[in-house]
């Protein structure tokens, strides 16, 4: 199996692209399903119970909110 390169992006989307990721996210949750979504070129499949959390950060002049999903990578 081919290995992954470590990646870090960050895209920029409208309100509306936001919303419709968010409801296919929800959605897929809800069901218990996998959820893929293509970022910057790269298509991800999230799997059925992956670990989700919230983050908040702050700084002095800035606020952070980060919906974070994590689950393992398989290795071949």
Do not use: C
Not at 22 to 42: P, T, W, Y
Request: aromatic residues 6%; charged residues 45%; without cysteine.
């Amino acid at each position: 199996m081919k290995k992954k390169n470590t990646r870090d992006i960050e895209k920029k989307y409208s309100n509306a692209e936001f919303i419709k990721k968010l409801r296919r996210l929800a959605d897929a949750l809800e069901k218990n399903k996998r959820f893929s979504i293509q970022v910057a070129g790269e298509k991800i499949t999230i799997p059925a119970g992956a670990m989700i959390n919230i983050e908040h950060e702050r700084a002095r002049d800035e606020e952070e909110l980060e919906f974070q999903i994590k689950w393992k990578n398989k290795r071949g």
